[in-house]
């Protein structure tokens, strides 16, 4: 879904605050039509789409399009290389909760991925769940996480 026309307006734009409109279309260079159509399918009640990217030392960061009609949103999920379920950082329900990730976690996630093309796709996929707040998601030097800390 990734490289889908149109998927980087639909996933970006409401974190940019924009409108699924002509601006939105022109910023990202895409055709509107392919912009709402792909959002539409992230957003679709039927579908929850997942996007995963490796965390490294066995963490997982997850972004789940919660579609429930009545409270849809994008939850940010964390599990670490210890443990077996994940734990939500952040949810986009109009605006960001949680914690959230910093600048510097979402780099350090971004360089653990392969190429060029996978860290930049994990910094834009993450890019909305980044927060400012004192609690992080600390990654310790031989690449394992070890989950939450103020």
Same mark, same amino acid.
């Given at each position: 879904?990734?490289?889908?026309?149109? =998927?980087?307006?639909?996933?970006?734009?409401?974190?940019?605050?924009?409108?699924?409109?002509?601006?939105?279309?022109?910023?990202?260079?895409?055709?509107?039509?392919?912009?709402?159509?792909?959002?539409?399918?992230?957003?679709?009640?039927?579908?929850?789409?997942?996007?995963?990217?490796?965390? $490294?030392?066995? &963490?997982?960061?997850?972004?789940?399009?919660?579609? =429930?009609?009545?409270?849809?949103?994008?939850?940010?999920?964390?599990? $670490?290389?210890?443990?077996?379920?994940?734990? #939500?950082?952040?949810?986009?329900?109009? &605006?960001?909760?949680?914690?959230?990730?910093?600048?510097?976690?979402?780099?350090?996630?971004?360089? #653990?991925?392969?190429?060029?093309?996978?860290?930049?796709?994990?910094?834009?996929?993450?890019?909305?769940?980044?927060?400012?707040?004192?609690?992080?998601?600390?990654?310790?030097?031989?690449?394992?996480?070890?989950?939450?800390?103020?």
């Amino acid at each position: 879904m990734l490289d889908r026309s149109g =998927f980087w307006a639909a996933h970006l734009g409401p974190s940019l605050e924009a409108d699924l409109d002509d601006e939105l279309a022109e910023m990202f260079d895409e055709p509107l039509s392919a912009i709402r159509a792909t959002y539409e399918e992230l957003t679709d009640p039927a579908g929850w789409p997942v996007f995963s990217v490796d965390a $490294g030392g066995g &963490a997982r960061l997850a972004l789940i399009y919660r579609n =429930f009609v009545e409270d849809g949103g994008i939850d940010f999920l964390f599990a $670490g290389g210890l443990r077996e379920r994940y734990i #939500r950082i952040a949810v986009i329900e109009g &605006a960001l909760e949680g914690p959230g990730i910093s600048w510097a976690e979402l780099a350090s996630v971004a360089d #653990r991925q392969h190429g060029y093309l996978e860290r930049d796709r994990t910094l834009l996929l993450t890019f909305a769940g980044q927060g400012h707040s004192g609690v992080h998601i600390a990654v310790s030097s031989d690449s394992h996480w070890f989950g939450s800390r103020v």
